[in-house]
């Protein structure tokens, strides 16, 4: 919050919440943070459900998760054609990302939210500029404030600064339930095999996570305005 001025006076935030340890995590924090009375600001959160993608999370167990940090709940339920998007060489996750961004989106405008909470933590962000690097030929990654150009609202990513590794072992620690199905498609994916190459990077340099994070600083890539 600090260094990236993700969080103001009077915003209200959407939080993206999946379900997963990350988006938990994200709630947890901003609600927590939230009782604090500098800056002020509200937390709501949108659970979307995917009709047609065979994995889901239990839905009382969010609810429940957000009555306990008075945080309310959205629900909403959508879908897309995984033959329609193919034909156009969109994969299932991209078509699946888009389809849930479209529902927050519509949904923080209409409860006059101004921002929008992902639970992308800095592994994500490490993992994102080395596909970038590798498969667009150029160096970026999802920031960690994003003023969109089309609508009033900013993407902000609070966790942009926690290691994977440390989430887990907070998960563990809190009892988080995990997802009843992991999605069909997540093993494959480029993001799978750059987890794998990263990884490998780690073991030959364990500062190398902390030399790609002050190279996207320095070329100002964590903040897009």
Request: hydrophobic fraction near 35%.
């Amino acid at each position: 919050m600090a260094t990236y001025h993700l969080i103001t006076d009077d915003d209200h935030i959407l939080v993206g919440l999946s379900g997963g340890k990350d988006s938990l995590l994200l709630l947890e924090l901003l609600a927590k943070r939230s009782r604090i009375h500098h800056p002020r600001f509200e937390v709501e959160a949108l659970h979307v459900r995917m009709a047609n993608i065979h994995y889901e999370t239990d839905t009382s167990y969010l609810q429940q998760f957000c009555d306990n940090l008075g945080v309310k709940l959205h629900v909403l339920t959508t879908s897309f054609e995984v033959t329609d998007g193919s034909r156009k060489g969109k994969t299932p996750c991209f078509l699946c990302s888009w389809n849930r961004r479209k529902q927050m989106f519509n949904l923080a405008q209409e409860l006059g939210c101004n921002k929008i909470a992902l639970g992308h933590h800095q592994d994500d962000l490490l993992h994102t500029a080395l596909m970038n690097l590798t498969f667009q030929g150029r160096f970026d990654t999802m920031p960690a404030l994003l003023k969109m150009r089309k609508m009033p609202l900013s993407i902000i990513r609070p966790l942009c600064m926690i290691e994977e590794k440390d989430i887990k072992l907070y998960a563990e620690l809190q009892g988080y339930q995990k997802q009843q199905k992991l999605c069909p498609y997540e093993t494959f994916s480029h993001r799978a095999d750059i987890k794998h190459i990263y990884d490998a990077i780690e073991q030959m340099n364990p500062e190398a996570r902390y030399s790609m994070w002050n190279a996207l600083n320095a070329d100002n890539k964590l903040i897009e305005e």
